[in-house]
């Protein structure tokens, strides 16, 4: 395999275990089981906002230049800073990465071990740490040594759970399960992570002495089909594992996490835990380092190099293990709210780049702002003086990407005219 072939693979499997974390390897299962007889529309639903959208923005924030400065330059100068500080601070520290290590303890460690979770997650950021503290070669690490070890083990549940089933999907009587795994896929915010995670491969590529942007975009959005491949089949496996588990005698509201090691028990005995502990530990793993890297890089570039990285990569360990024994829940209070207003922005910032060639600089300003707007005012709790307020907002215009697609249109529209009169007037001149 040539260098350019391998360097691929190694990038997408990076981009792949990065983006498999303790959350995405929960979720899937419970759609399944709620679905039922209708697993197939869910997994359909689920794919185009929970894979699609993560290649969409991978591709975005590689055409654009590969860092999120460069992915909203077009909105203001200062825009880039703001929306990455915001993203990095809401799905790293203050959530994603505390909760890497507390989900290793309470899935992967608390079933099995008589041990304390400080203990346990210690050693989880002290991993963290190792793997994170230089940033060169990070993406290889975490491709050549993590990756295949997540794949493995997934590839193994995925298999024997598709081939020796312990049971049928069951009509549950889910209507609309294209909508609601639509719905799903979009709330799992890997949308996000998409952008920096996208840009952190985009930088790895530079420094393995891909200098021109052409190489750096072909590869990034090569690797971004392989990690979209693996999430599906995974995805998909994982889903219809659940859905054969839909008959079974357990309660409908039952927890996520104990819906699942229910269902790798019925298909793998004990020795399906301790594997599913494996695939949890290195799922949590691979998305702490590339989150934790992800957090050096940027406030080392937004400090101007003032503030060295592996400072912040230690700050950053420290910080998350402090939190993850702590428990997350005051946390997400805070994020939760934070990830639901830019998360329409990013997607909204995701379809601009794409369409960047064809759209003038005000149209980013309007559809960005308009979509802020909007998605903050969806979150604002109103009195109940105000109570229309929030009625307009959340049923008169669910989605809020609305305003920001007419936008698009309107600007598509103009630019195609401007550019045929220009292409007449041209015309008209040399006929002159």
């Not at 825009?79 to 990095?88: A, D, S």
């Not at 940027?298 to 360990?317: E, M, R």
């Not at 998350?320 to 922005?345: E, H």
Request: glycine residues 10%.
């Amino acid at each position: 395999m040539n260098s350019l072939r391998k360097d691929t693979l190694i990038a997408g499997l990076a981009l792949f275990a990065m983006f498999f974390g303790a959350g995405n390897l929960i979720f899937p299962p419970s759609i399944g089981f709620t679905s039922g007889t209708a697993w197939l529309p869910s997994l359909l639903g689920f794919l185009i906002t929970g894979v699609g959208l993560i290649l969409l923005g991978i591709i975005s924030v590689a055409k654009s230049g590969g860092t999120v400065d460069t992915f909203s330059e077009r909105v203001a100068p200062w825009f880039g800073k703001f929306l990455g500080t915001l993203i990095i601070l809401a799905i790293g520290p203050m959530l994603a990465i505390p909760r890497t290590g507390a989900v290793t303890y309470e899935l992967a460690f608390q079933p099995h071990f008589d041990v304390p979770a400080w203990l346990v997650t210690a050693g989880f950021f002290l991993i963290t740490l190792i793997f994170s503290i230089k940033p060169q070669g990070i993406i290889d690490r975490i491709g050549q040594i993590l990756a295949p070890v997540l794949v493995f083990v997934m590839t193994v549940i995925v298999v024997i759970g598709i081939f020796d089933p312990v049971g049928s999907p069951a009509e549950k009587g889910l209507e609309s399960a294209f909508a609601q795994g639509f719905t799903d896929g979009y709330q799992t915010m890997d949308v996000l992570a998409a952008i920096l995670f996208g840009g952190l491969t985009f930088a790895g590529l530079k420094s393995k002495g891909y200098s021109k942007f052409s190489d750096q975009l072909s590869i990034t959005i090569k690797a971004g089909l392989i990690a979209a491949s693996g999430l599906t089949f995974i995805y998909g496996g994982l889903l219809y594992i659940g859905a054969t588990f839909s008959g079974a005698d357990l309660p409908a509201d039952i927890a996520t996490s104990q819906l699942l090691l229910s269902i790798i028990e019925s298909i793998l005995g004990q020795a399906g835990l301790i594997l599913l502990g494996i695939a949890i530990t290195f799922a949590c793993l691979t998305t702490s380092v590339g989150l934790s890297a992800t957090v050096g890089e940027f406030f080392h570039k937004l400090s101007g190099g003032k503030i060295p990285y592996s400072a912040l990569i230690v700050a950053t360990c420290l910080f998350s293990w402090y939190f993850s024994i702590q428990g997350v829940d005051s946390l997400i209070k805070v994020a939760v709210p934070v990830l639901s207003i830019l998360y329409p922005v990013t997607i909204a910032l995701i379809f601009l780049n794409l369409l960047g060639d064809f759209l003038p600089d005000w149209a980013f300003k309007v559809v960005t702002f308009s979509t802020l707007l909007q998605s903050t005012l969806s979150q604002i709790s109103f009195g109940e003086e105000f109570q229309f307020v929030g009625s307009i907002i959340s049923d008169t215009l669910p989605m809020v990407l609305y305003p920001g697609l007419a936008v698009m249109v309107i600007a598509l529209s103009l630019s195609k005219r401007q550019k045929n009169k220009t292409a007449l007037e041209t015309e008209s001149t040399k006929i002159q």
